[in-house]
């Protein structure tokens, strides 16, 4: 979802410790730009399949593969999401970039977020999924099923539209 021009890029941007030089314009085009630059960005690495490899190596100096079927990660990466709902359970709408959240809470949810990283990425390699190859295709399909053009600003699903 694009960023709003309601100032919670630029705290976004300063919580990431980047500067943020924001000036509204009235081009569109620019305006475009704009949102992108003050857009919360990762860092480039471990790739996925950094993160695979050190999952790999991790589970085999303990002897833990003979436990790590897909379906036993399947149920392993459905607990982690179940924490990850934890941290945001009874607190109601919470804002992008999570301002009114202490550094212990974000760091809580960055680990659970990670968990969950760890074993969609072990489950996807054990069923001999390429996810990153797999999620290009994905984003096709999903550029194809929502064309920007007809889409913009709504939130119906692809099955409400009509040509
Ligand atoms: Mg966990």
């Known amino acids: 979802m694009a960023l709003q021009h309601n100032g ?9 410790g980047e500067t943020s030089d924001h000036h509204p314009s009235t081009n569109g085009k620019e305006e475009a730009e ?4 003050d857009r919360f960005t ?4 471990p790739t996925l399949e950094d993160i695979r490899r050190m999952q790999a ?3 085999d100096e303990r002897n833990w ?6 379906r036993n990660l399947l149920l392993a990466l459905v ?3 179940g924490e ?12 992008e970039g999570l301002p009114d959240w202490t550094e212990p809470e974000r760091e809580h949810l960055a680990q659970e977020l990670s968990d969950v990283l760890i074993y969609l990425v072990e489950l996807a390699e054990k069923c001999h999924v390429d996810l990153p190859r797999a999620v290009l295709r ?17 939130a119906k699903k692809y099955t409400e539209y009509k040509d």
């Open 79 to 81: 607990g982690e999401v």
């Open 42 to 45: 990762f860092t480039s690495e």
């Open 57 to 59: 190596e991790f589970t």
């Open 34 to 37: 704009h949102e992108h630059a």
């Open 138 to 154: 994905k984003m096709a399909l999903n550029r194809l099923k929502y064309p920007a053009s007809k889409v913009h600003g709504s």
């Open 8 to 16: 919670t890029a630029s705290k976004l941007a300063k919580h990431n």
């Open 65 to 70: 593969n003979q436990f790590h079927q897909p």
């Open 84 to 95: 990850v709902s934890e941290l945001f359970q009874w607190r109601g709408e919470v804002a």
